[in-house]
């Protein structure tokens, strides 16, 4: 079965202390993402991986370092979180290009005190 | 880079009646269009997508879009709605050059009333 995971589902942490937010999948597929949601904004692409050790920044980059070491992996880190990074955030994987179905983990909400 | 609207945030219907979600994009290159719908705390589903060809695609659960090159549309709908249809339904494009960025809409919430 296709699978996304993303550990931990929940979060709450305090300004300023690193975290890490894993993400794994099972379907070994080239491309991954980083979507934020907020309401009334919908999702919003934060990075993307066409490959191991392929990033490149979406659209809210600022604040958010990723890595892809492995194929199967694809970690968010947030050297220094802020309050404005309180959200529901959003993992995906897909095979090659953009016709390609995109595999969603479920989420996991952040919150920054 | 594109965008992606949804006009209508929340679109109450009873049960069994028709509903249409609207989906407006941007730009004029070729692209790919998906339809996705994201049930209480869960992530999103697929349920349809247009590629290339025929312009009317059927998704699951009953679901089908309209491509509209014309008026750059990717319009929702199904015939009869039931309660399980309640969710959040986003729009989302890719250019087909790239096909790296994705794109959402905002998002309408459907609510289908007993």
């Known amino acids: 079965e296709a699978q996304v995971t993303q550990n931990p589902r929940y979060l709450i942490t305090v300004t300023g202390k690193k975290l890490t937010v894993t993400c794994s999948q099972n379907?070994?597929?080239?491309?991954m993402s980083w979507y934020r949601q907020d309401p009334g904004l919908g999702l919003r692409q934060i990075y993307y991986?066409?490959?191991?050790?392929?990033?490149d920044k979406g659209d809210v980059p600022e604040g958010y370092k990723v890595s892809r070491k492995e194929k199967r992996n694809f970690p968010l880190i947030l050297e220094s979180p802020s309050p404005n990074q309180t959200s529901l955030y959003f993992c995906?994987?897909?095979?090659?290009?953009?016709?390609?179905?995109?595999?969603f983990g479920p989420g996991t909400r952040l919150t920054v005190l | 880079a594109q965008s992606v609207t949804q006009l209508d945030s929340q679109v109450p219907v009873f049960e069994e009646a028709p509903v249409e979600l609207r989906c407006n994009y941007s730009?004029?290159?070729?692209?790919?269009l998906f339809w996705y719908v994201q049930y209480p705390n869960q992530g999103l589903q697929l349920l349809l997508k247009?590629?290339?060809?025929?312009?009317l695609v059927k998704g699951i659960n009953g679901f089908e879009a309209e491509f509209n090159k014309s008026q750059t549309s990717f319009h929702l709908r199904k015939p009869s709605v039931h309660i399980s249809d309640t969710a959040e339904y986003f729009c989302?494009?890719?250019?087909?050059?790239?096909?790296?960025?994705?794109?959402f809409g905002t998002g309408t919430s459907l609510t289908v009333i007993p």
């Open positions: 995906a994987a897909r095979g090659g290009q953009g016709m390609d179905t995109q595999y």
């Open positions: 379907m070994n597929h080239e491309y």
């Open positions: 991986s066409m490959n191991v050790e392929v990033t």
């Open positions: 730009s004029s290159v070729s692209v790919y």
């Open positions: 247009y590629l290339s060809g025929s312009t």
């Open positions: 989302a494009v890719s250019d087909q050059w790239t096909g790296n960025q994705f794109y």
